[in-house]
């Protein structure tokens, strides 16, 4: 929390200093009560003594008061809201070495199934686009609020051969361009890439794709599928199979995460990638913004104010 005029707050002092005046009082009432009459016999004379509750008058009192100088001090919080508009490119990695079955049902296959659940934690008036990764980048479909067309793009996803990253996130840049939202402003846009290793193949270099990324303000939320004992199949010259070892490649993912402001997860099986997508679903979806919380203060303290009266004049038939 912040304060717009921190130096209001010094009124805070007021409080403590009230409540040694009002402990000292009480201490001389006792004291000046001795004087004409014998506390002992005072039992005899009243039913029962008002105990803590001749205090919680004061108490709240003083609440009052420290809530109305921390209010005119305009304080200011940080609070999460809902985003109504923005723009999430869903890159997938489609190379043939996403067809390996160490995340099961395949490091594809996993993380379609989890994208799925991510269309549904995002808020409906997002747009979602999908983007294919491999021998060259395809849009799979254009952003669309339409769930089911993100969906069946989804679903439709082939695996290819290279991984051409930077053309890629190249065209994500450019889809996210073309975006407007309802104000005719270019609203919020992230890029989700989803792949296991650095690219292979192009026509734009990963470097180049990532200033491009970061000029736009775009972040890359880069997700790295697969354990280190992923094989693939590969046919060779004569039709012979060969086994090949596919291990993931973490490294320039990480760096254009960090490059861009965005965030680089490590997924070792599916489950932990639909943890994923859920929390990036809730951070997409929601903005850190400064609210200031003036009349929050200044209406409790009006309440606590009238709590403290009404209680004063119900128990005692007085006012504090």
């Not at 067809?99 to 659940?117: C, I, M, N, Q, Y």
């Not at 609203?187 to 989803?194: K, N, Q, Y």
């Not at 490059?259 to 997409?284: M, P, Q």
């Amino acid at each position: 929390m912040s304060f717009q005029w921190p130096l209001a707050l010094v009124g805070l002092i007021a409080v403590p200093l009230l409540l040694a005046l009002y402990v000292s009082r009480d201490r001389d009432r006792v004291v000046f009560a001795r004087r004409f009459g014998n506390p002992a016999l005072l039992p005899n004379l009243v039913d029962r003594t008002p105990s803590w509750r001749r205090h919680l008058p004061f108490a709240v009192l003083l609440a009052a008061l420290g809530a109305m100088v921390v209010g005119v001090a305009r304080p200011h919080a940080t609070i999460s809201v809902r985003r109504e508009e923005a723009t999430v490119l869903l890159d997938i990695d489609v190379s043939r070495s996403m067809t390996a079955t160490d995340v099961k049902p395949s490091r594809l296959g996993a993380a379609r199934f989890a994208a799925e659940a991510f269309l549904r934690r995002i808020p409906k008036k997002f747009r979602l686009g999908v983007v294919s990764i491999g021998t060259r980048a395809t849009v799979a479909v254009p952003p669309t609020a339409d769930r089911q067309l993100a969906t069946r793009a989804l679903r439709s996803l082939r695996p290819s051969e290279g991984t051409a990253i930077g053309d890629g996130l190249a065209l994500s840049v450019r889809l996210a361009k073309r975006e407007r939202a309802s104000d005719g402003s270019i609203p919020p846009t992230a890029v989700l890439l989803i792949s296991d290793g650095a690219q292979q193949g192009g026509a734009t270099p990963l470097e180049a794709a990532v200033q491009q990324a970061k000029a736009a303000h775009i972040p890359i939320y880069a997700i790295l599928v697969g354990t280190e004992s992923g094989t693939v199949t590969v046919t060779m010259t004569g039709g012979f199979n060969a086994v090949v070892r596919v291990p993931p490649n973490p490294e320039a993912l990480s760096q254009m995460a960090a490059a861009t402001g965005g965030r680089f997860f490590t997924v070792r099986n599916d489950a932990r990638l639909r943890e994923v997508y859920e929390r990036l679903g809730s951070h997409l979806g929601n903005r850190n913004e400064s609210r200031e919380l003036t009349d929050v203060f200044a209406g409790g303290s009006a309440l606590l104010l009238l709590a403290g009266g009404a209680l004063s004049m119900l128990w005692f038939r007085r006012v504090p």
